[in-house]
């Protein structure tokens, strides 16, 4: 996915607030070879009511499974599970792309609390 090199159109804070991203910390990381797109199967810990969701991220430039684990990440929670291939995609895992269009995981710079909602 690229974005687009302009700014998206104009929302309101309410439209804003329909979005809910959470951190999470990774707890399990697969390998995701099935993937069209070279991908990584996540189980993400948000805590809470939300507990653990499940998310593949095409992130596989930068990040191996074995390094993950232990990782605090942002995720939207409130979009509607995807299915790739056999896997439930239950959150979208955020990131930025490099300069190379490769994704760069979004996570908070300093530990907080698995289930914070970012504002």
Do not use: C, W
């Given at each position: 996915?690229?974005?687009?090199?302009?700014?998206?159109?104009?929302?309101?804070?309410?439209?804003?607030?329909?979005?809910?991203?959470?951190?999470?910390?990774?707890?399990?990381?697969?390998?995701?070879?099935?993937?069209?797109?070279?991908?990584?199967?996540?189980?993400?810990?948000?805590?809470?009511?939300?507990?653990?969701?499940?998310?593949?991220?095409?992130?596989?430039?930068?990040?191996r499974?074995?390094?993950?684990?232990?990782?605090?990440?942002?995720?939207?929670?409130?979009?509607?599970?995807?299915?790739?291939?056999?896997?439930?995609?239950?959150?979208?895992?955020?990131?930025?792309?490099?300069e190379?269009?490769?994704?760069?995981?979004?996570?908070?710079?300093?530990?907080?609390?698995?289930?914070?909602?970012?504002?």
């Open positions: 996915m690229s974005a687009p090199d302009h700014p998206a159109a104009t929302i309101g804070f309410d439209d804003f607030l329909k979005v809910d991203i959470r951190v999470g910390t990774i707890v399990e990381a697969r390998p995701f070879p099935e993937a069209r797109k070279p991908a990584i199967k996540l189980t993400i810990d948000f805590g809470g009511a939300i507990g653990r969701k499940t998310s593949s991220a095409q992130i596989t430039k930068h990040y499974p074995e390094d993950l684990p232990g990782r605090q990440v942002l995720a939207v929670v409130n979009f509607p599970p995807r299915q790739i291939g056999k896997f439930m995609s239950q959150v979208l895992t955020l990131g930025v792309p490099d190379d269009g490769e994704v760069v995981l979004i996570a908070p710079g300093l530990a907080v609390p698995d289930g914070g909602r970012m504002f």
